[in-house]
């Protein structure tokens, strides 16, 4: 996902709280899903690999550390 105007101030756990405790519903069956975020941001100069590697860390240490996590790549 690519969010514009996001602050590395943002509180990020609280953000994707609602997407992380939401009770899903397929069909008439009530679902508790979890997802784990790892975010990144763009620095001058980088290439879109760089970038999306850096997210794609974040993304399996939030998932290593358990169910509804976002980690932040600095």
Not at 22 to 33: C, E, K, L, T
């Amino acid at each position: 996902m690519v969010w514009p105007g996001l602050s590395g101030e943002t509180d990020l756990a609280g953000l994707f709280a609602p997407l992380m405790e939401m009770p899903y519903r397929f069909r008439d069956i009530d679902m508790h899903v979890t997802c784990s975020v790892g975010i990144t941001w763009v620095r001058a100069g980088e290439d879109v690999n760089a970038i999306l590697h850096r997210a794609d860390t974040a993304l399996y240490e939030a998932k290593e550390r358990g169910r509804a996590r976002v980690v932040r790549a600095d």
